[in-house]
């Protein structure tokens, strides 16, 4: 019982982070690769 509550725990962690910073991160690659496609 403690293993499945410390997966599921896990994984709601895991997807709680991955929900929050996957925006941000996809922004700043989105701006990264943005810029030497505009400057070419």
């Known amino acids: ?3 499945v509550s410390y997966t599921s725990y ?3 962690c895991t997807a709680v ?3 929050v910073v996957a925006p941000y991160s996809s922004l700043s ?3 990264i690769e943005a810029e030497p496609i ?3």
Do not use: G, K, T, W
């Open 1 to 3: 019982a403690f293993l």
């Open 17 to 19: 982070v991955v929900f």
């Open 10 to 12: 896990v994984v709601f």
């Open 38 to 40: 505009h400057n070419r």
């Open 29 to 31: 690659y989105d701006s």
